[in-house]
């Protein structure tokens, strides 16, 4: 479907924010599910659509965070506002929406912006967020920021003070999204204190639409077969007790 750009936010030399208006998109939208977006040029190697999270939403507009991590995104970046461009969605599975508890977030440099759009929906929760990147460039607004060369907040990993945090802010549910061997370590935490955990998990995406099963990963089976769901059409939102954590 064709959508209108109508605004390009840069937020530094990496990150940016672009917002399309297309209210049968916007309309349907729920937290933790994505967009593919085509290109309006061939680019060699380039895959059908560029898979990207959904930032924010209202009526009539959606706005994707970009990073910018490849020629696709890096064009993306140097789309001008009016142009439009063929973006299908959205896709995917989103977050289960909770209700008066205290809510922890736990992200990962590009796994910021799902829930970003979750914390607006969630009805009466307090949010503890951890926000982690590489540098200062990957951290945005949350409330405990982690970087691995110290140039803003902590120095270190987004796991490091996690059971301090959890028992402070008497957390009650949790949510993700960032690299799996992060999540994966938030998970081994919140499996022992019980609390219930959901996760966006990012894969690799060719079609976007559950046919190719590019992006299966291993979900834990009830008997002996080895059983896998797909990320782009059964998730990218799930269960931290479903995933096989251990093959991914
Ligand atoms: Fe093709 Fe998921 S990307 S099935």
Partial sequence: ???????????????????????????????GQFVTVKLNQVVPGQRLGIPLSIYDCSEKTFSLFVKILGEGTRILAEAE????????????QGFSIQKDKNV???????????LYLLKKNLENCNVTWLHGGRTSTDIF???YAYTEDGSEGSKGLVTQDLIKIIEENKIEYAYSCGPNGMMKAVYKILKEKNIPYQVSLEEY???????CYGCAVEVVSPDSEPLYKRVCKDGPVFNAEEIKWESI
């Fill in 81 to 92: 506002e009016n142009e439009s461009l063929e973006i299908l969605g959205p896709l995917g």
């Fill in 141 to 143: 607004e949350c409330d």
């Fill in 205 to 211: 995406m060719a079609c976007g639409i559950g046919v």
């Fill in 1 to 31: 479907m064709k959508c209108k750009l109508i605004s390009k936010q840069i937020l530094n030399k990496d990150y940016y924010i672009l917002t399309f208006e297309n209210s049968e998109i916007a309309s349907k939208i729920e937290a």
């Fill in 104 to 114: 922890l977030f736990v992200t990962g440099g590009v796994g910021y912006p799902p």
